[in-house]
């Protein structure tokens, strides 16, 4: 009898135990670890490229105008930020000299014209007067002499016609010599566009700029009806892009717009810059003429696309680690390490082959020390935004 009661004594003290035990381990154990997961979806993955230094928008057409011969500003026709057309006088230079030269050369051509006119007149005449005396000749009434006479005559007023002539040419060619010097003292819009920046002042001396030694320009012109974006990109990324492939473009002024364009040059050559990555720019137009009033020197991003998928099972990048291992939620919300196969990346989502299916959960935060295979976890509560 006592040796049973010491049985179901010691039985119980060691279920009390290992309750004690369990209700322990129960109320100390670690709570499961918040940790941020994604869920594995279809979606789009793009292959892509970026511009390694900020690219620049720029002018299809930019012109530095400047006098090719030097003079003082007499007159400014524009303001800043005038649109302007082709051929439009922008700026005049002092040239009374030249314009009295032009006057007198028009003078000289009207007076050539009148004296040719009189020449030939003259010589009309003479040819009749020749005629007319050959057939007296003939008729026996005067001599051989007269009528040898008569056409040496015509053939000098005639000769005095055509000189008169050669000099209405001589003229004509002088005015454009004029015409030539007078272009030369003002500055015309090349093309259509917008006045960007005006240097000169009325009165101030104009000067062409030296071979060698750079001159402010009087006009600086800007095309902004034609844009494009120039960009540096990694040489190692360079043999990737080919002519005509998509891109996107952003601006750090319009943060919220991407516009789309298309690779529009490939430079041949390699840029290199002490202290920088080399680089190969190239250039991507715009597919459509953009809305948003764009202007030269907005720094600019551009990301060509290389290739891309529809439709395809894809994951966040960063839930990607070494050897593309990837941590998944287990049925029991413990990690499990699973390896994949994966295809199309960039920065934001890559593309899942074989290894997960559509509704799994992965790992993409990794800033805890705690984080390994096995350890039991649950999603980390984010703030819902007020409504």
């Known amino acids: 009898m006592q040796q049973s ?33 994604a869920k594995v979806t279809y979606g789009n993955v793009e292959a892509t490229v970026v511009n390694t230094r900020a690219g620049t928008i720029k002018a299809c057409q930019r012109a530095n105008l400047a006098p090719t011969l030097g003079g003082q500003i007499v007159k400014i026709h524009v303001d800043e930020g005038d649109h302007v057309e082709i051929n439009q006088i922008l700026v005049e230079l002092w040239n009374t000299d030249l314009t009295a030269q032009r006057e007198l050369a028009q003078r000289q ?14 010589a009309q005449n003479a040819w009749r007067e020749s005629q007319r005396t050959q057939q007296l000749v003939d008729q026996g009434f005067i001599s051989s002499q007269r009528a040898e006479d008569a056409d040496a005559n015509a053939r000098a007023r005639q000769a005095s016609c055509d000189a ?37 002042e009325i009165g101030e001396y104009a000067t062409p700029s030296p071979p060698g ?44 717009k991407v516009f789309h364009g298309k690779v529009s040059r490939i430079a041949p050559y390699v840029t290199e ?67 994949l196969k994966t295809g199309l990346a960039n920065w934001s989502f890559t593309e899942v082959i074989s290894g997960l299916k559509d509704g799994d959960q992965v790992l993409v ?6 984080i390994k295979p096995g350890i039991a976890v649950q999603p980390r509560q984010t703030d819902e935004p007020a409504s």
């Not at 004594?9 to 035990?21: C, Y």
């Not at 209405?168 to 030369?184: H, M, P, S």
């Not at 202290?275 to 953009?290: G, H, L, M, S």
């Not at 935060?365 to 705690?370: P, T, V």
């Open 273 to 339: 810059i002490e202290k920088q990555a080399r680089t190969v720019d190239i250039e991507v137009n715009f597919t459509e003429p953009p809305e948003s009033i764009l202007l030269a020197g907005y720094s600019a991003d551009v990301e060509v696309i290389l290739d891309s998928r529809e439709n395809v099972l894809r994951i966040p990048t960063q839930a990607l680690r070494q050897n593309n291992m990837v941590y998944l939620l287990g049925s029991d919300n413990k990690l499990l390490e699973q390896q």
């Open 164 to 200: 008169a002539f050669a000099d209405i040419k001589r003229a004509n060619a002088q005015i454009r010599v004029t015409d030539a010097g007078l272009e030369r003292t003002v500055i015309k819009a090349p093309f259509a566009g917008v006045i960007a920046k005006i240097t000169g």
């Open 365 to 370: 935060s990794f800033d805890q020390d705690e």
């Open 109 to 122: 051509l009207t007076m050539s014209q009148e004296r040719h006119r009189e020449a030939c007149i003259l």
């Open 213 to 256: 030694i750079p001159m402010p320009p009087v006009i600086d012109l800007i095309d902004d009806s034609c844009l494009y974006v120039s960009a540096p990109m990694d040489e190692v990324d360079a043999p990737k892009i080919k002519l005509g492939q998509p891109a996107r473009i952003t601006l750090d002024a319009m943060p919220q």
């Open 5 to 37: 009661n010491k049985s179901f004594r010691f039985i119980l003290f060691g279920g009390i135990a290992i309750l004690v035990v369990a209700a322990f381990w129960y109320f100390t154990r670690p709570d499961p670890l918040e940790v941020e997961l």
